[in-house]
């Protein structure tokens, strides 16, 4: 009688787990229809930061570009910032680093 028991407990989680295998799953997250891209750019003028917003059905529209310098102590300072654009004009020609998002350039602007 026992085994009887024991086989009945087995049978009925074995029924269990097969119902929760076959249960549907709740729906993914969707995937982001849009990325950030951000620019950088250097001349003996300006330091020059674009951003945009490009989206996986093909339109593309500004956002907000927040431009960095590293200062000699290594600290990554904000000197512009704009809405699709910022610039930033030299201040001599020092070899410095700028950066926007993930991109960093080097430039003779400092």
């Known amino acids: 009688m026992a085994s009887t ?4 407990a087995l ?3 074995a029924g269990a787990t097969s119902a929760a295998l076959l249960a ?14 951000y620019e950088l750019t250097s001349s003996t003028e300006a330091v020059d930061a674009e951003g945009w ?6 339109t593309e529209k500004p956002i907000t570009v927040n431009l960095f310098r590293r200062s000699p102590s290594g600290v990554w300072q904000q000197i512009a910032t704009g809405y699709g654009y910022a610039r930033h004009a030299c201040e001599g020609t020092a070899l410095t680093s700028y950066r926007v998002g993930l991109k960093t350039i080097q430039a003779n602007c400092g």
Do not use: E, N, T
């Open 24 to 37: 549907p799953a709740a729906p993914a997250a969707a995937a982001p229809s849009c990325f950030s891209y």
């Open 53 to 58: 917003a490009v989206c996986y059905d093909g």
């Open 11 to 13: 049978a009925a989680a």
């Open 5 to 8: 028991k024991r086989y009945l």
